[in-house]
Nanobody
Framework: QVQLVESGGGVVQAGGSLRLSCAAS?????MGWFRQAPGKDREFVAA?????YYADSVKDRFTISRDNAKKMVYLQMNNLKPEDTAVYHC??????????????WGQGTQVTVSS
């Protein structure tokens, strides 16, 4: 069973930055981040394999990275906007594909961006 534990969420003003961390029990899976705002569907944010993939809404503001030795995945979020407010979930699967629906999910960490 793959375990994923997120941390690093919080409250930040618009234009600020946060870094989310995900501690994983695996190091070779495709890893990613999704988010879900109140009343909205969960949406893809970013993924990392040997390459990185981003939603258009976060491209050039967010950066996904990983440290396989530590089994950690990070999401650096810069220039945050109120519309980035959501619960952010770490996710993992054996591979990444378009319209990705990962098999494994963390519990999530709340990010709130105030205007």
């Amino acid at each position: 069973q793959v375990q994923l534990v997120e941390s690093g969420g919080g409250v930040v003003q618009a234009g600020g930055s946060l870094r989310l961390s995900c501690a994983a029990s695996v190091s070779r899976h495709a890893m990613g981040w999704f988010r879900q705002a109140p009343g909205k569907d969960r949406e893809f944010v970013a993924a990392i394999t040997g390459s990185t993939y981003y939603a258009d809404s976060v491209k050039d503001r967010f950066t996904i990275s990983r440290d396989n030795a530590k089994k950690m995945v990070y999401l650096q979020m810069n220039n945050l906007k109120p519309e980035d407010t959501a619960v952010y979930h770490c996710a993992a699967d054996r591979s990444y594909r378009s319209a990705w629906t990962p098999e494994y999910w963390g519990q999530g960490t709340q990010v709130t961006v105030s205007s």
